[in-house]
């Protein structure tokens, strides 16, 4: 397992960073997070410049990319802006990857250049009111009415859906009896009549957020099934391994970001005569931040290798998820608390630091959540 990046990557590194300090400053960030707007711009200067194709074959337009060229470039996105590296895992991981896994030709065909070129955006639509963690007791049905699927069903925390063209809906098409099985899953237009959407406001990730869709009779094409009917789950499980290394590249960082912010303000601000990073009660807190940031850096490598020569298993995926959002969440607070009043302030980015991170615990499945697969494979 060789940690050194090519020259290649070295340049792409290089490229995105000068890209995203041009069109993605803090003050951007700042600025999209306060007015709950996307970073389109953003967005669209990464499409422009062929990254979002990173990872597609060059028969569709795309580079050819590894598992690890693609955490390079979510962790520069997500130093920039987190939410932007989200946008971006969403097209990677429900527009390219599950496509080209698990579409028949002619979904790859069709959709894949697009992504490739940033003309369509994705989401993911997995969680119910009444189905979080137990994912896979999932309520919104989909029955088939000659060549169309009829949808009906509500799913919450649907990141992104009113800013998306498909979103990957995962639908109960049949019961089997285990909650896994008779699940399907469908790549759904979302301008399709009977899609309701509802924004939620929440704590963090305010530039995109996430929504409330209600389906009501909703026809979708038999086309759009992705993968095997009553076998989605299996889509579900595999696109989510994928979503554990995108998640935690962006994280780790959005954590750096905070971590460089709080480490310059430690060396600027004075009190008692003297910098504060001077004391020792501040250094240590740095030293144990730099040591979860190597770690999360490393992990993350580690997974992309895994996946890199199909040895990434459910615990490896857990384990990353679990670290990562963790550290995340634990350099966000300390970071806030080196900053005292001033990272309690909303005119500061600490506080916006603080608030997403929040979710990386959470979101895309919860700590506990995570600690009961890595326990299970442990026979416990």
Not at 226 to 231: I, M
Request: glycine residues 10%; aromatic residues 10%.
């Amino acid at each position: 397992m060789n940690f050194g990046l090519t020259s290649d990557q070295q340049a792409m590194v290089h490229h995105v960073r000068t890209l995203l300090d041009d069109v993605c400053s803090m003050e951007y960030a700042a600025r999209c997070d306060e007015t709950r707007t996307p970073p389109r711009e953003a967005f669209n200067a990464i499409a422009r410049n062929g990254w979002l194709g990173l990872i597609a074959p060059e028969d569709y337009g795309g580079a050819g990319g590894t598992p690890t060229d693609l955490a390079l470039l979510l962790e520069e996105t997500g130093n920039h802006f987190e939410e932007l590296g989200l946008w971006l895992f969403r097209s990677f991981t429900f527009g390219c990857y599950a496509i080209l896994k698990h579409g028949t030709e002619e979904q790859k065909q069709r959709i894949v250049p697009g992504t490739v070129k940033g003309e369509l955006s994705f989401a993911f639509a997995l969680t119910e009111p009444d189905s979080g963690s137990d994912a896979a007791a999932l309520r919104t049905r989909a029955v088939l009415d000659g060549d169309h699927f009829v949808v009906n069903g509500r799913k919450q925390f649907t990141s992104g859906m009113d800013i998306s063209d498909y979103v990957l809906l995962a639908c109960r098409t049949n019961d089997l009896g285990k909650k896994q099985l008779g699940i399907s899953t469908l790549l759904v237009d979302t301008r399709l009549p009977g899609i309701e959407v509802r924004k939620i406001l929440t704590l963090g990730q305010n530039a995109i957020g996430t929504t409330e869709v209600t389906y009501t009779n909703v026809r979708v094409p038999r086309s759009a099934l992705l993968g095997e009917l009553d076998h989605g789950w299996n889509v579900c499980e595999d696109t989510l391994r994928y979503e554990r290394l995108c998640l935690s590249a962006a994280r780790i960082g959005a954590a750096r970001r905070a971590f460089d912010f709080a480490l310059d303000y430690a060396k600027t601000r004075h009190q008692f005569g003297k910098p504060i990073g001077s004391f020792q009660v501040t250094q240590h807190k740095f030293a144990d931040m730099k040591v979860m940031l190597d770690t999360s850096q490393t992990m993350v490598r580690r997974y992309a290798w895994l996946m890199e020569n199909n040895q990434a298993e459910r615990a490896d995926a857990a384990v990353l998820k679990y670290y990562v959002a963790e550290s995340y969440k634990t350099i966000s607070d300390i970071c806030l608390q080196i900053l005292g009043g001033y990272g309690y302030c909303m005119e500061y980015p600490m506080q916006r630091f603080f608030r997403d991170s929040r979710l990386a615990t959470i979101g895309g499945g919860t700590s506990e959540v995570q600690k009961n697969i890595i326990a299970g494979t442990l026979g416990l």
